[in-house]
T-cell receptor
């Protein structure tokens, strides 16, 4: 199993540009989560999906952020337009349904908005 | 109220010594899981150990053990025989059955192992 795959690993973009982060969860995992990590705020849950359906997006900072999961093997997190304060590491994680299972995290995308 | 509290922002330990990283949690759900993750400087999040709320015994995984005190709602991580490679951030997390399987993370503890 290849694990959770995120792309790109690093992204540098100019303020105002659109940024798309991608995630492929582990096959068979019912849940997919997007987290943002910064020094100031630690790990923040942005949104999570269950069986491709968004369940809780209350952590999405504002309308500039959107996430989709068109099928069980792919999800995107889009920021449009990007701002310097969006600079962070964005993690995708997936998990089976049961509480006895932890998340499996992707390697993260380090986003820098200049 | 915070679901997960880690009160030690930074810890130091001598190589080969044992160290305990503190974690307390808050839940009214009788069914939950407690987890510890390690995040080295390279950035990836690595699962270390799991404890279920109904487990009678403390979880162990190699040099890692979880000191689970249910009445006190604490789930401390014990690392025995520390190694230089243990230097990292450590996050405690909880997953409740009644909140849609969302994870709650603590703010983390930065561990430095001194040679």
């Amino acid at each position: 199993d290849a694990g959770v795959i995120q792309s790109p690993r690093h992204e540098v973009t100019e303020m105002g540009q659109e940024v798309t982060l991608r995630c492929k969860p582990i096959s068979g995992h019912d849940y997919l989560f997007w987290y943002r990590q910064t020094m100031m705020r630690g790990l923040e849950l942005l949104i999570y999906f269950n069986n491709n359906v968004p369940i809780d997006d209350s952590g999405m900072p504002e309308d500039r952020f959107s996430a989709k999961m068109p099928n069980a093997s792919f999800s995107t997190l889009k920021i449009q337009p990007s701002e310097p304060r969006d600079s962070a590491v964005y993690f995708c994680a997936s998990s089976p349904r049961r509480t006895t299972y932890g998340y499996t995290f992707g390697s993260g995308t380090r986003l820098t908005v200049v | 109220a915070q679901k997960i509290t880690q009160t030690q922002p930074g810890m130091f330990v001598q190589e080969k010594e044992a160290v305990t990283l503190d974690c307390t949690y808050d839940t009214s759900d009788p069914s939950y899981g407690l987890f510890w993750y390690k995040q080295p400087s390279s950035g990836e999040m690595i699962f270390l150990i799991y404890q279920g709320s109904y487990d009678q015994q403390n979880a162990t995984e190699g040099r890692y053990s979880l000191n689970f005190q249910k009445a006190r709602k604490s789930a401390n991580l014990v690392i025995s025989a520390s190694q230089l490679g243990d230097s990292a951030m450590y996050f405690c997390a909880m997953r409740e059955r009644n909140t849609g399987n969302q994870f709650y993370f603590g703010t983390g503890t930065s561990l430095t192992v001194i040679p």
